[in-house]
């Protein structure tokens, strides 16, 4: 067992989930608006969609992926659902209140918000498929197959410590903002999320009519 080669997965599981994207920015608006609790649930909803795609790839049943039509349907689904995310997060921007009996929102819809933008997202599976594809080939070729299990793991908890990293940022934030900020951040996310929906939309329509 490499322990050198554990340490780097999980940098890489880390750096996997790094890049601002819709996880990130729902992520950072849920937390932000609600606290730590609903920022880390959105990451493990999402991380449970990465540990679908990484199951998927480590028993090679991801040909299906291949298929024209569920290609589409993912772009076009995946599209409705940031687009409608997006929407709802500037809409709801001056809703929020500093009001510790408000109503916040639920943490079961918090997870399914996570895990459908990553389960939907097309570049999700592209990148699994480029990233961890490349990373399962490598190691059995220079390893072994015999630790790729938890050298597979390893990438999962940098996943895993990415996502208490940013929920403790949201909660260490809230504590500095005021109604205005949030009100800026909330349609910031609000528009980073409709920029992605209508990219995904975009490439659906175009593998429609292609």
């Known amino acids: 067992m490499n322990i050198s080669l554990l340490a780097s997965y999980i ?3 880390i750096t996997l989930a790094a890049p601002i994207g819709p996880v990130n920015s729902a992520r950072l608006d849920k937390g932000i608006k609600n606290g730590f609790w609903h920022a880390w649930i959105v990451g493990t909803g999402s991380m449970i969609a990465d540990g679908i795609f990484m199951v998927l790839i480590y ?16 772009w076009l689904f995946g599209g409705f659902v940031l ?9 709801g921007a001056n809703k929020f209140s500093f009001d510790q009996d408000r109503k916040k929102d ?8 996570g895990f459908i933008m990553s389960i939907t997202s097309p570049l999700s599976i592209l990148f699994w498929l480029g990233i961890y594809g490349s990373v399962l080939a490598k190691t059995a070729t220079t390893y072994g197959t015999s630790h790729l299990l938890i050298y597979s793991s390893m990438i999962f908890l940098g996943l895993a ?21 949030i009100i800026v951040i909330s349609i910031l996310s ?4 409709i920029g992605f929906g209508v990219y995904f939309g975009y490439q659906g329509v175009i593998a429609l009519f292609s």
């Not at 687009?83 to 809409?91: A, C, K, N, P």
């Open 11 to 13: 940098v890489l599981g």
């Open 59 to 74: 028993f090679g049943l991801v040909n299906f992926l291949d298929i024209p039509i569920i290609q589409i349907f993912l």
């Open 83 to 91: 687009i409608y995310s997006g929407v709802e997060s500037i809409i």
């Open 106 to 113: 639920s943490l079961l819809r918090c997870f399914f918000t």
């Open 161 to 181: 410590i990415w996502d208490l990293l940013v929920a403790a940022l949201t909660t260490g934030l809230r504590r500095y903002l005021n109604f205005k900020s």
């Open 190 to 193: 609000g528009v980073s999320l």
